[in-house]
Antibody, heavy 120, light 107 residues
Framework: QVQLQESGPGLVKPSETLSLTCTVS????????WSWIRQPAGKGLEWVGR???????RYNPSLESRLTLSVDTSKNQFTLKLSSVTAADTAVYYC??????????????WGQGIQVTVSS | DIQVTQSPSSLSASVGDTVIISCRTS??????LNWYQQKPGKAPKLLIY???NLQSGVPSRFSGSGFETDFTLTISSLHPEDCASYYC?????????FGQGTKLEIK
């Protein structure tokens, strides 16, 4: 079955760039949307953005100026880069596959999540 | 952005009860509404997509309904393992916003 696994540094210094990778197994990245969602400790879910296998991406406007999503179909991976991070970017970051139809999109399955802390 | 308001923020119910969680959107979204369950320390899990479609493997005691701006998730005959947080999400337009979540406690 399809499995996703986030990887990257768990600690990032303020003003630096957060970089995360999601590795997909059990499915090709082609012709599918892939998403990032984050969740600060004790809080709700925030949609970060999503990217199609062609590289076309949609971002949350609240993050758009600092966010870059990319995809590498040869490695079956997609990545998130968030620049100029602050403590407000501290969260568990999840990657997920987006199933899209004429009736909207839904995320399934999700990776286990990775805790990222922004601190000096 | 489409605002999603979920209620209640928390509730407590007994095994065997029926619980209803509501989700209201700031504009009509047809049936573009999903529901997720999240247990502590775990990733969210898809329960319902397109308002009322049960994801494969999800028990039939979970059901969803609604259209345009008002949606509900119903859990019939509550089981102890249903203790979790529940989130709705609209996928009518990006950003795909989530409700604030409902924390369900089993008495």
């Amino acid at each position: 079955q399809v499995q996703l696994q986030e990887s990257g540094p768990g600690l990032v210094k303020p003003s630096e760039t957060l970089s995360l990778t999601c590795t997909v197994s059990g499915a090709s990245l082609r012709n599918i949307y892939w998403s990032w969602i984050r969740q600060p400790a004790g809080k709700g879910l925030e949609w970060v953005g999503r990217i199609y296998s062609s590289g076309s991406a949609r971002y949350n406007p609240s993050l758009e100026s600092r966010l870059t999503l990319s995809v590498d179909t040869s490695k079956n991976q997609f990545t998130l880069k968030l620049s100029s991070v602050t403590a407000a970017d501290t969260a568990v970051y999840y990657c997920a596959r987006d199933v899209s139809s004429g009736w909207g999109s839904w995320s399934d399955p999700w990776g286990q999540g990775i805790q990222v802390t922004v601190s000096s | 952005d489409i605002q999603v308001t979920q209620s209640p923020s928390s509730l407590s119910a007994s095994v065997g009860d029926t619980v209803i969680i509501s989700c209201r959107t700031s504009q009509g979204i047809n049936r573009y509404l999903n529901w997720y369950q999240q247990k502590p320390g775990k990733a969210p899990k898809l329960l319902i997509y397109v308002a009322s479609n049960l994801q494969s493997g999800v028990p039939s005691r979970f059901s969803g309904s609604g259209f345009e701006t008002d949606f509900t998730l119903t859990i019939s005959s509550l089981h102890p393992e249903d203790c979790a947080s529940y989130y709705c999400q609209q996928s009518y337009g990006t950003p795909y916003t989530f409700g604030q979540g409902t924390k369900l406690e089993i008495k």
